[in-house]
């Protein structure tokens, strides 16, 4: 069975789910796999993260097998999301292929989505008898709208490519998967030019907003960390350098 491959290389991180014989559907050991990972690279000043498979399929979910395991108290591909939300630095999900069930919350969790035009999503949930978790529901809301994640997740509604685009699913596509790695490229190029320190603090002010969760003093202190660190004065240096050299 292979496991989902991880690596960290001119600080990008990247998790690449290759189970191909099973669509890539994640069992609970990858799942472990992977927030053990995101627990060891979070406080790393990396780039970005990367999240994509191998094949014709980005992933098919949870691996049915294991849906009868467990009292399923917790929901682990929640669990993962989380982490991934709460990472210091950029997450994209680069999608190769078609992204069901559980896997949709996997993309909805990073920071932005990157696909090419076989890319589809359905959420057969019901069919199975299953209850989607909040989180999940959560991230489709913010992402779908009330009445269109009715119709994914009540009536398993499938998404395609144009359709996924118009909602606004996907922040970047091309019609190869070969043109989405050449986006992928401009992206990170991109973050390379970006002070981490202010995607950092604009990262964390985001989730606590998105859950209710604002303190002011701290929001104060975020916003100033940059004045009084000297960060913005660095900043303001690079970018009138980099203006002569045009």
């Given at each position: 069975m292979?496991?989902p491959?991880f690596?960290v290389?001119?600080?990008?991180?990247?998790?690449?789910?290759?189970?191909?014989?099973?669509?890539?559907?994640?069992d609970?050991?990858?799942?472990?796999?992977?927030?053990?990972?995101?627990?060891?690279?979070k406080?790393?000043?990396?780039?970005?993260?990367i999240?994509?498979?191998?094949?014709d399929?980005?992933?098919?979910?949870?691996?049915?097998?294991?849906?009868?395991?467990?009292?399923?108290?917790?929901?682990?591909?929640s669990?993962?999301?989380?982490?991934?939300?709460?990472?210091?630095f950029?997450?994209?999900?680069?999608?190769?292929?078609g992204?069901?069930?559980?896997?949709?919350?996997?993309?909805?969790?990073?920071?932005?989505r990157?696909?090419?035009?076989s890319?589809?999503?359905?959420?057969?949930a019901?069919?199975?008898?299953?209850h989607?978790?909040?989180?999940?529901?959560r991230?489709?809301?913010?992402?779908?709208?009330?009445?269109?994640?009715?119709k994914?997740?009540?009536?398993?509604?499938?998404?395609?490519?144009?359709?996924l685009?118009?909602?606004g699913?996907?922040d970047?596509?091309?019609?190869?998967?070969?043109?989405t790695?050449?986006?992928?490229?401009?992206?990170?190029?991109?973050?390379s030019?970006?002070?981490?320190?202010?995607?950092?603090?604009?990262?964390a002010?985001?989730?606590?907003?998105r859950?209710?969760n604002?303190?002011?003093s701290?929001?104060k202190?975020?916003?100033?960390?940059?004045?009084k660190?000297?960060?913005v004065?660095?900043?303001?240096k690079f970018?009138?350098?980099?203006?002569?050299?045009?």
């Amino acid at each position: 069975m292979n496991r989902p491959e991880f690596k960290v290389k001119n600080k990008i991180a990247t998790i690449t789910l290759r189970a191909e014989a099973r669509k890539n559907a994640v069992d609970r050991k990858d799942l472990d796999l992977i927030a053990k990972f995101l627990e060891k690279i979070k406080n790393e000043k990396l780039r970005c993260l990367i999240l994509s498979g191998k094949g014709d399929t980005f992933s098919s979910g949870m691996y049915l097998q294991e849906l009868n395991i467990g009292d399923w108290q917790e929901n682990p591909i929640s669990e993962v999301c989380d982490l991934i939300e709460k990472l210091p630095f950029i997450s994209i999900c680069l999608l190769n292929g078609g992204i069901y069930g559980g896997s949709v919350e996997l993309a909805l969790s990073c920071d932005f989505r990157i696909g090419c035009s076989s890319v589809k999503l359905k959420i057969p949930a019901t069919k199975f008898g299953i209850h989607y978790g909040v989180k999940g529901i959560r991230r489709c809301l913010e992402a779908f709208g009330l009445q269109l994640s009715r119709k994914i997740l009540f009536l398993g509604r499938s998404l395609d490519f144009k359709e996924l685009i118009d909602v606004g699913f996907l922040d970047y596509h091309a019609k190869d998967i070969d043109s989405t790695h050449i986006i992928l490229e401009r992206i990170i190029d991109e973050i390379s030019e970006l002070s981490l320190d202010a995607i950092w603090q604009m990262k964390a002010t985001l989730h606590d907003l998105r859950n209710n969760n604002i303190n002011h003093s701290r929001e104060k202190s975020r916003f100033s960390h940059s004045f009084k660190s000297g960060i913005v004065a660095k900043r303001l240096k690079f970018y009138r350098k980099s203006k002569k050299e045009e």
